[in-house]
């Protein structure tokens, strides 16, 4: 027997750090929810014998039909019917969180309370009375701190309990007298079909018919009582609550909690925490920019400086692997392994170091709360220029993959400000231009600070670029004004080392999924292009860097550049296969003395900004059409990122010859 | 034990000088960065001449010297520009030290961008005045001053 535990709770309140408790890292598995871009993650875990199926839902701080993540959410626990469903409630945040506690309860699930985060709500001088709450609410309470793993076995041996206990506890959550009557005037319908009240919950259904759930209208449909339940939702409530049922029926639950913690809480005298410290600064409105710069610019120093070494050794161990291939005696075959796959596949594989670095420096900030706070210091400045706050979050995971962060703007309501967010967002560097960076900045300033330092630059450059290219698109093409934007900050805490472990290989990972499709397709036609016809002088990709260089010409590229270029367009790493493969050398530092002889540093300074700009990959290209619904902006977005490149590019050639620069 | 106002200018003391230190050597950085300053002061400091490094110097100086007026009325939330400087201090310490040891392990594998490294070449203003930001540690971690 297996059991199902679905976990649930609002954004930042510890569930994934719970997850990862519950169930070990290698046991984990991550897919996508069916039909949906949102990640699913699941894994097995045991306890005193018995086997549990764990499933992550999407953070959530309701369980209405509007938001996906809240219908995925919903539709797991009424369709799958979970054993337990394990409600994480952040302790210093209850009064909010309960809310989703009373809908879950309304849901007739089996639920159990994670009170979480107590440390913190005790730091904030709250005292709960959780034997009282729990007899109140009628299902069993944990304290935990999951960070610190506390609560975490009692928290198992209550899961097990519940999932064995034969009869669902259906606590009622009694609203006032006139929406108890409006209640039951349609659930004394709904039951007249057997068909409904064998696969809901009745009184769910009721409460989410008095509301107006859309997608909850749709599943009585054909019901025999269809329309009696029409008529009874349309005429009899409007006019007897004269207010939007969803409305009465919020301010009655948030009613509820308040009679609840009545009994059950108490709040002491505010104390000063941490994180109105750190607040202080982090948001302060002249100090908070640079602050995030100055932490921006170390995570760039780390990523660059201390994964070099790590490089050279993932490189030495590429090319004593690539040394066994030598022995080949078919001089096509040999070429192919040795130049296509472990000259240049391998050599990508080299960036795995700074990758991985990167993501592990962005999950610190990310798990210690701080990322949040640079979103809300950028949202002033962002407003300005006329970017809405919530555009942020798809900007700042586009340091990762411009791929999600599309996909991300769904969070964005305005048509009008998410469209303006996927138009600037491929400006954002994801981790596949890093490896370029890495490579150029490398060959020019070796391993001291200014190569980090360009590396860094490259990120503000597309930072402003985008934020320039709203202010101008929110001027022409897409004219008014961002809506406002409220902000939630969770509290600081300091991350766990496997924590920021979990976060990076998560991330990471996409890197080296990447590898063995369009990294290994793009190394074969790289590899063949340059080889063939086998024997000549001239390959086709010296043909094609040919037909490309006079364009170049004037930003200092060669023909070898220009042919690279042509190839990022699959994925933007293969630029780096593709130097490995013109200039026909092998290893890092060769293929870095290479790009040194062949370019000036300005060139290469203006190459790392053309990389930078120029047009997305062909995934990226795909999710922009999915997310706009046109090719319109598809081509929009190809053609202001080629013009921005090049007229970028130019500027810093011709801005830093003026300066004396070469 | 609050924060009185006593209390408060020792720490607004405390806090000038190192806010200044920083600050001051963030100015020396891009001075030599900028080929401005050499000499025998920019080597006894290990100047490295990185500019960027120098503005980041100067920020976190400047975080210091924020707090400095409402320390000296003996106003706690003074204390809240000491911590996030002592923070942003430490996060450069933290940072030039992975650097050093990351360098040191390209040296003892003997890979060739490493061959001519001395430790001596990653130590910097970033590095040793952390040293000085002890005291600041104390003060953010004495829990009854913020109460």
């Known amino acids: ?398 340091f990762g993959c411009n791929l999600p962060a599309i996909m991300a703007t769904r969070t964005i309501e305005d048509e009008k400000d998410r469209l303006l967010t996927i138009l600037i967002n491929p400006l954002m560097s994801c981790s596949a231009r890093l490896p370029v960076y890495v490579l150029v900045a490398g060959a020019f300033w070796g391993t001291t600070m200014y190569a980090g330092t360009a590396v860094w630059g490259m990120y503000i450059l597309g930072i402003v670029l985008a934020i320039l290219m709203a202010f101008f698109f929110r001027r022409t093409l897409l004219k008014g004004k961002p809506a406002p934007f409220i902000m939630e900050l969770p509290l600081y805490r300091v991350p766990t080392f496997h924590g920021i472990v979990i976060h990076m290989w998560e991330r990471g990972v996409v890197f080296l999924k990447k590898a063995g499709t369009y990294l290994l397709g793009g190394a074969i036609t790289l590899w063949f292009l340059s080889s063939f016809p086998w024997g000549s002088e001239q390959s086709y990709v010296y043909l094609l860097g040919n037909l490309l260089s006079p364009i170049f010409k004037p930003l200092g590229f060669g023909w070898e550049l220009s042919a690279s270029l042509i190839f990022a367009f699959m994925a933007k790493e293969i630029v780096v296969e593709a130097l490995g493969l013109i200039y026909a050398v092998e290893g890092e530092t060769a293929i870095k003395a290479a790009l040194a002889s062949s370019i000036t540093p300005l060139s290469g300074l203006a190459f790392m900004s053309f990389v930078l700009i120029y047009i997305p990959c062909l995934a990226t290209i795909g999710v922009i059409k999915q997310e706009t619904g046109s090719w319109k902006w598809v081509f929009l977005t190809v053609l202001y990122e080629l013009i921005l490149a090049y007229v970028v590019a130019l500027m810093i050639v011709v801005v830093g010859r003026m300066l004396g620069f070469s | 034990m609050g924060l009185n106002k006593s209390l408060g200018q020792v720490v607004a003391t405390y806090s000038t000088l190192i806010g200044l230190l920083y600050a001051f050597l963030g100015f020396m950085e891009i001075l030599t960065g900028l080929g401005l300053s050499g000499g025998i002061l920019s080597k006894i400091l290990f100047m490295k001449g990185d500019m960027i490094a120098g503005a980041v110097l100067i920020t976190t100086g400047v975080v210091y010297l924020a707090g400095v007026g409402s320390l000296s009325r003996g106003e706690r939330e003074g204390l809240s520009f000491v911590v996030v400087g002592v923070l942003l201090s430490t996060v450069i310490f933290a940072l030039y030290l992975s650097i050093m040891g990351a360098n040191a392990l390209g040296y003892i594998l003997g890979f060739e961008d490493w061959v001519d490294w001395t430790w001596i070449d990653d130590v910097n203003p970033g590095l040793w005045l952390w040293f000085l930001t002890i005291p600041g540690i104390y003060i953010s971690l004495k829990r009854e001053w913020r109460e």
Request: proline share 4%.
């Open chain 1, 1 to 398: 027997m297996v059991y199902t535990v679905a976990l649930i709770g609002n954004p930042n309140v510890g569930k994934s750090v719970i997850f990862n408790n519950l169930v070990p890292g290698a046991r984990q598995h991550v897919g996508n929810w069916p039909g949906k871009t949102v990640e699913k993650k699941e894994g097995r875990f045991h306890h005193k014998g018995v086997e549990f199926n764990a499933v992550d839902l999407p953070g959530c701080y309701s369980l209405t039909a509007r938001a996906v993540d809240e219908l995925i959410a919903r539709d797991f626990i009424v369709e799958e019917k979970p054993d337990v469903v394990v409600d994480i409630v952040d302790a210093s945040n209850i009064e909010r969180n309960l809310y989703l506690t009373l809908l879950l309860l309304e849901l007739e699930a089996n639920v159990v309370i994670a009170l979480n985060m107590y440390d913190i709500a005790e730091e904030k001088g709250y005292r709960i009375d959780v034997e009282k709450l729990s007899e109140q609410l009628g299902v069993p309470i944990v304290p935990t701190v999951a960070i610190r793993k506390q609560g975490m076995e009692e928290l198992k041996d209550v899961i097990l309990q519940t999932a064995e206990r034969k009869v669902v506890r259906k606590t009622k959550i009694t609203y006032p007298k006139e929406i108890e009557t409006a209640i039951n005037s349609i659930t004394q319908i709904i039951q007249k079909d057997e068909r409904l009240t064998r696969k809901y919950p009745v009184r769910w259904l009721a409460i989410r018919l008095l509301e107006g759930d859309e997608e909850v209208l749709e599943k009585i449909k054909g019901s025999k009582c269809e329309g009696e339940l029409t008529k009874a939702i349309s005429t009899d409530l409007r006019e007897r609550l004269g207010e939007d049922p969803e409305i009465v029926l919020a301010e009655a639950r948030y009613g509820i909690i308040s009679n609840l913690l009545r009994t059950t809480l108490v709040k002491g005298a505010k104390k000063w925490t941490i994180t109105d410290m750190l607040d202080k600064v982090f948001l302060h409105k002249a100090l908070g920019i640079p602050v995030f710069l100055v932490l921006m610019w170390a995570t760039f120093q780390f990523t660059f400086i201390v994964s070099a070494p790590f490089m050279s050794i993932i490189e030495a161990i590429i090319a004593w692997v690539g040394s066994l291939f030598e022995a080949i005696p078919n001089e096509i075959l040999r070429s192919f392994f040795v130049d296509g796959i472990f000259g240049g596949l391998g050599f990508v594989m080299t960036f795995i170091a700074p990758i991985f670095f990167l993501f592990f420096a962005l999950s610190i900030l990310e798990d210690s709360g701080y990322l949040a706070r640079a979103a809300f210091v950028m949202d002033r400045l962002m407003f300005k220029l006329g970017l809405h706050g919530k555009s942020f979050i798809p900007m700042l995971l586009g």
